[in-house]
């Protein structure tokens, strides 16, 4: 059996990732640069002038979604906690279901630009879009860090950056590099990023999924005995329990993988990219077999790494879990395949971010600025001047919590992400589209009171402090190291803070009946279903 121990520092030539890399950015920005002289309006810098076709959306959506998460956090949770770390692929899966099933087209059908134009629809318009642009925001913030993270422990791993300063700098040049795509590009641009990524990355786990296969003969059987064997010996890594031994905790995970989605202004937002409702639909068919083929792969990967690296290696690199798929990559095609599934990783995590600042910066610009600030009296080129100017300051946030999250394992922060988006937004989401007695003060006590407390739950939990030193590592697995203020049990939120969300929404809807506007639900809900009127509104903007 092979591990990959004595290259904990480094792995593969260094001067062919850089060029690999190199060549992705030169090629990904030409694209963005050509795509970009067609942004004429505020539609098409917020929704690629709802342009694209179905099957594009869907691969774009896909690009969205399958996020570093997905393909570097996903597959070293698998590696290391085996069982518990596949749940994150079937939480995301049917999460995605979810959103689909409830919200994804009546979405569409109801909002033009950003998800506070479906929840402002029949509410009052200055503070329920301040609500949804503040959530927005923090969602966002939380996924960044997510993604910023994966891109400093997989180009530390490249180049064999192991001091902090060093990777600091790579997170900075990739959230600076992140900032052009969205200045220069907008939505169109960022969509045939997101569509290339997308079709990189899956034939990428494609690729691997195969070579495990032919090294195993195609029999799981094979490659699980393996990963048993690295991992120690114990069939643990085959059974629940190893990462999440308090049940609850798996069951407040759940809660927010599963809901979470719905909620995402990022993928939301992809919607509005489409001409037409039945466009919207054929998306939809598109992304829920590329995302369903690719949550399948992740099986492979992670006991394929788990197999073949070991999870001590895996744990030993500088980006710890998140490395195990470049690992895999490099044990089974050497330099040459460990370049080129770098790139795509380093493709999925700049994709992504440049998908989560436009819609940030859509949000704040369209939302609190245009309509909070400027009382909906500003003009097309004013408002995207805004958005470009926000994004920049979402960057430098965004790269400086990226700095702080480095070496957390980023399919367990987008979790946080998602309790977040399930808490603060899912419910008013839900209530706004198919309960016709929400109110205002509904939708601002829930939005506020959720957000409120998934960040509470979060800053006062394990995740940030109090978790005991490991022995291997002699660190930490929380965010701080050496203090511990925590006094929530749980890592994440869901469990309390989404049922919350949803009883506030129901608590301030049923003190304020007086604002219920009956021939305005009506005219939504005729919207939503049907679509009609969508397009018309849509082309008014």
């Keep these: 059996m092979t591990t990959l121990a004595p290259m904990a520092t480094q792995v593969g030539n260094t001067t062919l990732n850089i060029v690999i890399f190199g060549l992705f950015v030169v090629v990904t920005l030409?694209?963005?640069?050509?795509v970009s002289r067609q942004n004429q309006t505020a539609a098409d810098y917020y929704a690629g002038g709802r342009a694209f076709s179905g099957r594009q959306n869907g691969i774009a959506i896909t690009g969205d979604y399958l996020s570093a998460a997905s393909f570097l956090g996903i597959a070293g949770a698998i590696a290391v906690n085996g069982y518990d770390g596949f749940l994150y692929s079937i939480g995301f899966l049917v999460a995605w279901l979810v959103a689909l099933l409830l919200v994804a087209e009546l979405l569409r059908n109801t909002g033009r630009f950003t998800m506070a134009d479906v929840l402002s629809f029949r509410l009052r318009q200055r503070p329920v879009r301040t609500a949804a642009a503040v959530s927005t925001l923090a969602v966002s913030a939380f996924y960044l860090l997510a993604q910023m993270a994966g891109a400093g422990?997989?180009?530390?791993?490249?180049?064999g950056i192991t001091d902090r300063t060093g990777q600091s700098l790579v997170i900075a040049v990739v959230g600076a590099l992140m900032i052009v795509y969205v200045l220069i590009g907008g939505m169109k641009g960022t969509t045939w990023v997101q569509i290339i990524k997308a079709s990189l990355l899956i034939i990428g786990a494609i690729v691997i999924t195969v070579m495990v296969g032919v090294k195993y003969g195609?029999?799981?059987?094979?490659?699980?005995?393996d990963a048993i064997k690295n991992s120690g010996g114990s069939d643990k890594i085959l059974q629940p329990g190893l990462?999440?031994?308090n049940p609850i905790d798996f069951i407040s995970?759940?809660?927010?993988?599963?809901l979470g989605t719905a909620g995402l202004p990022h993928v939301l937002m992809r919607f509005y990219t489409v001409p037409t409702s039945k466009e919207a639909r054929r998306s939809v068919v598109w992304a829920i077999w590329l995302i369903g083929l690719f949550y399948l792969l992740t099986l492979v990967l992670g006991y394929g790494a788990a197999a073949l690296v070991g999870p001590d290696a895996i744990k030993a690199a500088p980006g710890k879990q998140n490395s195990a798929a470049p690992l895999l990559a490099y044990h089974l095609g050497g330099e040459i395949l460990l370049g080129v599934i770098s790139a795509v990783a380093f493709a999925t995590i700049l994709a992504v971010v440049a998908g989560l600042t436009i819609t940030a910066s859509a949000s704040f610009a369209h939302d609190i600025y245009a309509h909070v600030i400027k009382k909906g009296e500003i003009d097309a080129d004013s408002e995207v001047r805004v958005a470009r100017r926000t994004a920049v300051v979402i960057g430098i946030v965004a790269i400086i919590g990226g700095i702080f999250a480095n070496g957390q394992n980023i399919a367990f922060?987008?979790?946080?992400?998602f309790a977040v988006a399930a808490s603060a937004n899912l419910p008013t989401i839900l209530y706004s589209l198919f309960w016709k007695n929400f109110t205002t003060r509904g939708a601002l006590w829930s939005m506020y009171g959720g957000l409120i407390a998934s960040l509470t739950l979060i800053i006062f939990s394990p995740v940030v402090s109090g978790k005991p030193v490991d022995k291997a590592t002699g660190v930490s697995a929380s965010m701080i190291q050496g203090v511990d203020f925590h006094w929530f049990p749980l890592d994440n939120p869901g469990l309390i803070s989404v049922p919350l969300a949803f009883f506030l929404g129901w608590l301030g809807s049923v003190t304020s009946k007086n604002e219920v506007n009956d021939a305005k639900f009506a005219e939504m809900e005729v919207r939503s279903l049907t679509g009609a009127g969508a397009e018309k509104a849509a082309l008014k903007h």
């Design 30 to 34: 030409a694209i963005v640069i050509r």
């Design 153 to 159: 422990g997989l180009v530390a791993l490249l180049l």
């Design 218 to 225: 195609f029999n799981l059987s094979g490659l699980f005995d």
């Design 243 to 245: 990462q999440y031994k």
């Design 253 to 258: 995970l759940s809660i927010a993988l599963v």
């Design 413 to 417: 922060l987008v979790a946080l992400a």
